[in-house]
């Protein structure tokens, strides 16, 4: 089976041809060796797919027919990512969205129109 297509089947990317660009981009590994889109997977390859700054490591056990649910995917594979690799996704996930307080920053259309009408009286 192709390497685009099992990816796809087991929903590691929304579509196939977004699976063919994580290929060409090299985002995918069999072996330790950039792969093209068209290569065949074979039952035990270790396959390495990098995905929001995190590479995921999976063993292929067996070929689906057709794209699956999410609650059988691990049917079809053994995933052998490392803990702290999901770790580091906590940890981006926290670090991405800075929060801050309100009334800090650009002001809100209420407040535009507030300080609109505050000019407009001292002239």
């Known amino acids: 089976m192709r390497v685009d297509i099992y990816l796809w089947y087991l929903r ?8 063919i660009k994580a290929c060409k981009q090299g985002h995918v590994r069999i072996d330790e060796q950039i792969v ?8 035990g390859d ?8 995190i590479w995921r490591e999976l063993m292929a056990l067996d070929f689906p027919k ?40 650009r002001p809100t259309k209420k407040d ?3 300080i609109d009408n505050y000019q407009e009286d001292e002239k």
């Open 12 to 19: 590691y990317y929304k579509s196939r041809s977004q699976a």
């Open 66 to 105: 057709s794209r699956v649910g999410a609650k059988i995917v691990n049917l079809y594979r053994e995933d052998m990512t490392a803990a702290e690799a999901l770790e580091n996704t906590n940890l981006q996930s926290l670090s991405k969205a800075p929060q801050r307080d309100r009334g800090t920053g």
């Open 46 to 53: 270790k396959i390495r797919v990098r995905k929001n700054q």
């Open 36 to 43: 093209k889109p068209s290569r065949e997977v074979f039952i």
């Open 112 to 114: 535009r129109r507030e």
